[in-house]
């Protein structure tokens, strides 16, 4: 009998799905997780369309772990309709430890500072991934003051600091500058950032957080 957690996930976890053929990673919840099949609702994109597969399909699910990020190849064996459509899956082989594919994103609201040589700028996330963030700084473009000019002066590679205040505490790590837009209809400048030397530990962190908010969204939308 399998160990739940590490040989396949358990009922409500968020899991990754991988499809192969496909750069995208959908999501899914677990509804019952067992050693012989496991029910899923249909992956979702991250613009939360329901992606659907045929019987048949071969597919990878990732989940978290007790202590690392696991792995398991399944095959799509029967397609359960309903209000909230579900995938019947078969493992094909044995689970093992999981590899990131891809960064998942979560709309998430946090606390941030970035600083730039001397100057910061403080702001609220509206998503993170383990890759990096996109955010919304406090003060507007049409306000005179130190922030604002020093907002309006980064470019993209520009090398920052970054705070993220998470519920457990706060992390800081390097950043790099991706791109910043100004056309927001409050003034207020949004930059995107990528982490750059994240550690495994503080990605795990990162990954925490955007899963809790993965379940909290899919929880929301399922009952």
Known sequence: MGVPGVDFPEARDVVDVMVPGRGEVLLSRVETGADADIVVTVGETRHQRRLPLPVGERLE????????????????????????????????????RGQRRSAVRAELAV??????????????????????ARGVFATPTDVEDADSI???????????????????????CR???????????????EVTFKFVGLSEKDADRVRAQVFVQLRTQLARRID
């Open 61 to 96: 699910l990732v989940w978290k772990g007790p202590e690392d990020l696991r792995s398991l190849p399944v095959e799509i064996v029967a397609l359960l309709p309903g209000e909230t459509p579900l995938w019947q899956l078969r493992p094909v082989g044995p689970s093992s």
């Open 111 to 132: 606390p941030f500072s970035l600083r730039f040589k001397t100057d910061e700028a403080a702001g609220t996330t509206i998503d993170v991934s383990e890759g990096g």
């Open 150 to 172: 020093f907002v309006q002066d980064l470019e993209p590679g520009d090398p920052v600091t970054v705070r993220l205040g998470f519920d457990e505490g706060e992390m800081t």
């Open 175 to 189: 950043a790099e500058v991706v791109r910043r837009f100004q056309q927001r209809p409050d003034h207020r400048p």
